[in-house]
């Protein structure tokens, strides 16, 4: 193997270590002294790897950024099929690679993680996908396809439920995929008169 491949394959053992500390102990309580004993190194080899803990944390918030932009360029042709589109995506990726299953719970803790900036933790929130998903919301309560209710409230109870399962994928991935059609029965208008 390279010394380029084989420096590739150590900052992703140690990336994978990381990330599995974090989401286990939090961004706080993980020391770096841990983060190397995972991946069989000295705490001064992991520095220069990454020069801080924290470069460590943000390297992998970039990694999961650049993953969830993805789920919102999914086209559709209706807002129930964007809402289809996005939990199918969520959860076929998450079961097929618990790594993005625990990108996902590591951008979850990070909302709420006063350590990173404020601007930071607004771009993990994701003002601009909210605001995607309440036009959305509100197209579908118009055409009568969405139950009516609170915008926000709706794209938080479905964010909400995705999220649940998605963490329970990645603590125990044999447990069964829910269908995605389930998480949009959650928005779904089953008052609808044809």
Not at 41 to 53: A, D, I, N, V
Not at 94 to 106: E, P, T, V, W
Not at 169 to 185: C, G, H, M, Q, S
Request: net charge neutral.
């Amino acid at each position: 193997m390279k010394r380029v491949e084989q420096k590739e394959k150590r900052r992703q053992e140690i990336l994978n270590a990381g990330l599995d500390l974090f989401i286990q102990k939090g961004y706080s309580a993980t020391r770096t002294a841990e983060i190397a004993k995972a991946v069989d190194m000295s705490e001064g080899l992991l520095f220069h790897y990454f020069e801080t803990k924290e470069k460590l944390y943000l390297a992998l918030i970039d990694i999961a950024l650049s993953g969830k932009s993805k789920t919102f360029n999914l086209d559709a042709q209706t807002p129930l099929a964007f809402f289809e589109n996005a939990a199918k995506y969520v959860l076929e990726n998450c079961s097929r690679d618990l790594l993005i299953a625990k990108l996902f719970i590591l951008m979850k803790y990070a909302e709420n993680d006063l350590t990173l900036s404020e601007e930071l933790r607004n771009e993990i929130i994701g003002q601009r996908e909210l605001d995607i998903m309440i036009k959305m919301i509100k197209q579908g309560q118009k055409e009568k396809s969405i139950k009516n209710g609170n915008p926000l409230s709706l794209a938080m109870t479905f964010w909400a439920a995705l999220y649940g399962v998605v963490e329970n994928i990645a603590r125990n991935p044999d447990l069964p995929v829910p269908k995605y059609e389930w998480f949009v029965d959650i928005l779904r208008n089953n008052e609808r008169h044809i």
